[in-house]
């Protein structure tokens, strides 16, 4: 793409086979099911990836609203999925943030995050995709 909104945004992050390895064992583990969430020990910060990324390949950090401005005349498909991205987050846990119902308790279960090497792995992918 070229461009990246200028912010910092951090998520949680776990690569596919260790969230499914996870929520399998979690899941079997209590015969109530229970509600929780797959957490990382760390967040990744998407400024270091972008910073990753133009490394390799010229990358515009742009405004978030002359981003948006961007991908929608660009990509006017994607605007409502990045409008989410961009969004403030939505409260789901019960840590002083609202649930959907508020007798539910989600439990927190680790997983494995994304480490170095997979964020600089990802980059490179992000950048031939682009070169």
């Known amino acids: 793409m070229g461009v990246a909104p200028e912010l910092e945004l951090e998520e949680e992050w776990i690569p596919v086979d260790e969230a499914a390895r996870v929520l ?18 760390e967040r990744v910060r998407i400024r270091k990836l972008i910073d990753l990324v133009s490394a390799r390949v010229p990358v515009t950090l742009k405004p978030p609203a002359e981003f948006m401005e961007e991908i929608v005349s660009r990509f006017p498909e994607d605007r409502e999925i990045m409008s989410t991205i961009l969004a403030p987050p939505v409260p789901i846990r019960s840590n002083g943030e609202e649930t959907a ?15 170095e090497s997979l964020l600089r792995r990802y980059a490179e992918v992000l950048a031939g995709a682009r070169a």
């Open 101 to 115: 119902d508020p007798a539910s308790e989600f439990v927190d279960v680790e997983a494995p995050g994304v480490d």
């Open 24 to 41: 399998v064992r979690t899941a079997t583990a209590n015969e109530e099911g229970g509600l929780f969430t797959v957490m990382p020990p």
